[in-house]
């Protein structure tokens, strides 16, 4: 795919998903959030075992946990 034919990135959310999220209320945003947090760790978590197929899952959680304590990937 070149860069003509890809659509183009926004810069801002959609309004319709401004309304949502003013729906849900803060509760409801910091569900998302936490969700969205847990989808990443889980994400990064799979990703650290299949670069490191020796590993078990107290090493991998080890480096998940100083991943995200140092905040780089």
Same mark, same amino acid.
């Given at each position: ?14 309004? $319709?998903?401004? &309304? ?5 209320? !803060?509760?409801?945003?910091?569900? #998302? %959030?936490?969700?969205?947090? +847990? ?8 990703? $650290?075992?299949? &670069? ?5 899952? !107290?090493?991998?959680?080890?480096? #998940? %946990?100083?991943?995200?304590? +140092?905040?780089?990937?």
């Amino acid at each position: 795919m070149n860069a003509s034919s890809e659509p183009p990135v926004a810069d801002a959310p959609h309004p $319709l998903q401004v &309304q949502a999220w003013r729906k849900m209320g !803060a509760t409801g945003r910091s569900a #998302l %959030a936490a969700a969205l947090r +847990r989808q990443a760790r889980g994400w990064k978590r799979s990703a $650290l075992h299949a &670069q490191h197929p020796g590993w078990n899952d !107290a090493q991998v959680e080890r480096e #998940l %946990a100083r991943i995200y304590l +140092r905040g780089n990937t």
